[in-house]
């Protein structure tokens, strides 16, 4: 097993004005970011060029995924309130014309935050109208009626991750994920309208087999999903899963084609790619443009 990581994936250290600004705006407002929270390496690009992942419902997740840094209990904090207000501001004065809302799982919640989820992406249009929003959710336990709430918000994107391929789910994910039900959740979406776009994520050097990616990827499709994300896995801590393989920059270009011809609408395949990437978010935003436009 290789232990050290390869030369593609070192990255800059964190750093500049505006990476200074949002972190402050994030501290002050009590905001949290996954880019934070889940050890991104890409936090230094993007941070600095404006982009941010926000995540809402606290810092704490109900769920003890094993590839994932964010803390854990079973019971998490009271939600904000008014932190749907302060996102949509924060947003506004960021500028910015695309951005991802994710959350922590939170099955403690009757509703699991639904309709928190719902009243953050109205008050983004309140407070920015002009932003293009996508939500990352988390499966609401395969609920579709919670999922319903969330697609009458009307963001321009719903994601939702498979995370990994079928045969490594439940000892990638907590034992209350399943791949089907993922599955499930991305075609309910669709289901209920098939104009919403959908994104779905995968990661690589886990132990899979290119025959299990690519049979990641055709499941995905069969449920109508139009964007997908291809990265690397990092160890967060010594707590969890260890790396099988750092996956090469020439594998990934190979997920990436296998992903093409398959129909996604766009593959974002390579070692730093994350399921909320500025490159991926920059072709998504273009292609909803010109969709609008027509």
Not at 181 to 190: E, H
Request: with cysteine.
């Amino acid at each position: 097993m290789q232990r050290t990581k390869p030369p593609w994936l070192k990255v800059k250290a964190p750093g500049g004005e505006r990476y200074t600004w949002i972190k402050g705006q994030a501290r002050e407002l009590g905001l949290h970011t996954v880019c934070e929270e889940a050890h991104c390496p890409n936090i230094g690009e993007c941070w600095s060029s404006g982009t941010a992942t926000f995540m809402v419902m606290s810092d704490i997740c109900t769920r003890g995924c094993k590839f994932c840094a964010v803390n854990t209990k079973r019971i998490g904090p009271p939600l904000d309130v008014n932190e749907p207000q302060k996102l949509g501001q924060t947003i506004a004065a960021m500028g910015l014309d695309y951005v991802v809302v994710t959350s922590v799982n939170r099955d403690d919640l009757d509703d699991q935050g639904a309709n928190h989820f719902a009243e953050c992406i109205f008050q983004i249009r309140k407070a920015s109208p002009n932003t293009m929003v996508e939500v990352l959710i988390p499966d609401f336990q395969g609920r579709t009626d919670l999922v319903q709430r969330v697609i009458e918000a009307g963001p321009e994107v719903i994601a939702h991750n498979v995370e990994t391929i079928k045969r490594l789910t439940p000892r990638v994910r907590d034992r209350r994920a399943g791949y089907d039900q993922s599955l499930s959740v991305l075609n309910s979406i669709k289901e209920s309208n098939p104009d919403m776009a959908t994104k779905s994520s995968i990661m690589v050097g886990l132990g899979e087999t290119e025959a299990e990616v690519a049979e990641a990827m055709a499941d995905l499709r069969a449920v109508g999903c139009d964007f997908l994300t291809v990265g690397q896995y990092l160890q967060p801590s010594k707590a969890h899963l260890k790396v099988a393989e750092f996956v090469t920059p020439e594998q990934f270009e190979r997920y990436r084609e296998l992903g093409e011809g398959l129909g996604f609408r766009y593959v974002a395949s390579g070692p730093l790619v994350r399921s909320s990437y500025k490159a991926g978010e920059f072709f998504i935003r273009q292609h909803l443009k010109s969709k609008m436009a027509n």
